[in-house]
C-alpha cells in the first residue's frame, strides 16, 4: 500500500543551509585566468573616485574574452558582482549626466553571464550582498565582526556596514528556516511538539535578525549612505535621467533597444 505520509521537506533541495541560509558558504574572490576583470575590480573605487571608470573600460578591447567552459556556478556569480558593480560605475560615474549605453566590451560578457545565471544584466541583491563578502579570519563564523566586503563603489564606512548588516541578517535567517521546515514537517506527521519547537527557532531567528537590523545607525550615517552609495545603485526603469533605460551595445537579443531594468533592494532578499 501507497504511504500518505508526504515526503519530508529538507533545506538542502532548495540550495538552503540552516546554518547561513542563502548565502553561499564563502563567495568566490577572484575570477580564475580573467586578469582584466580582476583588475578592474580591485581599482573600481580608485576608478569611481577619479571619475575614470569609463576611461579605463573604453580602452579596453574586452573585459572578458569568451566565458571558460570549466566555470563553476560560483565562477558565474563572482564574474556577475564585478560586472554588475563595473556596469552601474560606468553609468553613474557621473550623477548627473549618466551614460545612456554600454560598450559591447561591458555588455556582452554582463549579458552573457547574466544569461547563464537566470538574471537580467543590472545589480541585484545577489550580487550586492549574497556573493559580496568575505571572512577576515576563515576559521571564524560568518558574524559582523569577522565579515568585509568584496567589492565597493567608493568604500568607506558606511557603504560597508550598510552591506555587512545585510549580510548577517541572511545568516541569521538559517535556523529560523530550518525551524520552519521542522515545524512543516511535524505538522504533516502530526508531531505537535515537533511544530512548536520549530516555531520557536523561527522567533528566535527573526529576533535576531531584527536585533541586526536596528543596529545600522552604528555605522552607517543615514545622509552619507543616501547621497554616497545609494546614487551608484538606482538603475534605469523609471529614471527621470535615463528616462527610455539603456542600451546595450552589440547584445543582438536587445537589437539596439533601450532596457529597463530596476537596481538593487533589500526587498530583493531571498528570505523575504
Not at 40 to 45: D, G, I, K, R
Not at 178 to 190: C, F, M, P
Request: with cysteine; glycine share 6%.
Amino acid at each position: 500500500m501507497r504511504s500518505n505520509i508526504p515526503t519530508p521537506l529538507t533545506l538542502s533541495d532548495y540550495g538552503i543551509s540552516p546554518d547561513h541560509g542563502l548565502l553561499p558558504s564563502d563567495p568566490l574572490e577572484q575570477l580564475p585566468d580573467s586578469p582584466t576583470l580582476n583588475h578592474l575590480a580591485h581599482e573600481l573605487p580608485k576608478l569611481l573616485s577619479a571619475r575614470r571608470v569609463r576611461q579605463f573600460i573604453d580602452g579596453q578591447r574586452q573585459l572578458l574574452s569568451s566565458i571558460p567552459a570549466t566555470w563553476w556556478d560560483q565562477d558565474y556569480r563572482a564574474a556577475m558582482r564585478i560586472l554588475s558593480f563595473a556596469g552601474h560605475a560606468y553609468v553613474w560615474e557621473i550623477p548627473d549626466l549618466p551614460a545612456a549605453t554600454l560598450p559591447a566590451q561591458l555588455a556582452l560578457p554582463w549579458y552573457d553571464v547574466a544569461l547563464k545565471l537566470g538574471r537580467p544584466p543590472v545589480l541585484s541583491y545577489a550580487s550586492y550582498a549574497l556573493d559580496n563578502w568575505r571572512r577576515l579570519d576563515p576559521a571564524k563564523p560568518i558574524e559582523l565582526d569577522n565579515i568585509v566586503l568584496l567589492q565597493n563603489f567608493l568604500g568607506g564606512l558606511d557603504e560597508e556596514w550598510f552591506v555587512v548588516i545585510h549580510v548577517q541578517i541572511e545568516r541569521q535567517a538559517g535556523p529560523g528556516l530550518a525551524g520552519l521546515v521542522q515545524a512543516i514537517n511535524g505538522a504533516t506527521s502530526d508531531k505537535p511538539d515537533e511544530v512548536l519547537a520549530g516555531l520557536q527557532s523561527l522567533a528566535a531567528a527573526q529576533t535576531a535578525m531584527r536585533d541586526t537590523l536596528l543596529r545600522m545607525k552604528e555605522r552607517c550615517d543615514p545622509y552619507m549612505y543616501y547621497n554616497r552609495v545609494r546614487p551608484y545603485i538606482h538603475a534605469w526603469k523609471n529614471s527621470p535621467t535615463l528616462p527610455h533605460g539603456l542600451v546595450y551595445e552589440g547584445v543582438t537579443a536587445y537589437a539596439g533597444q533601450p532596457q529597463q531594468f530596476r537596481g538593487e533592494t533589500g526587498a530583493q532578499s531571498s528570505i523575504v
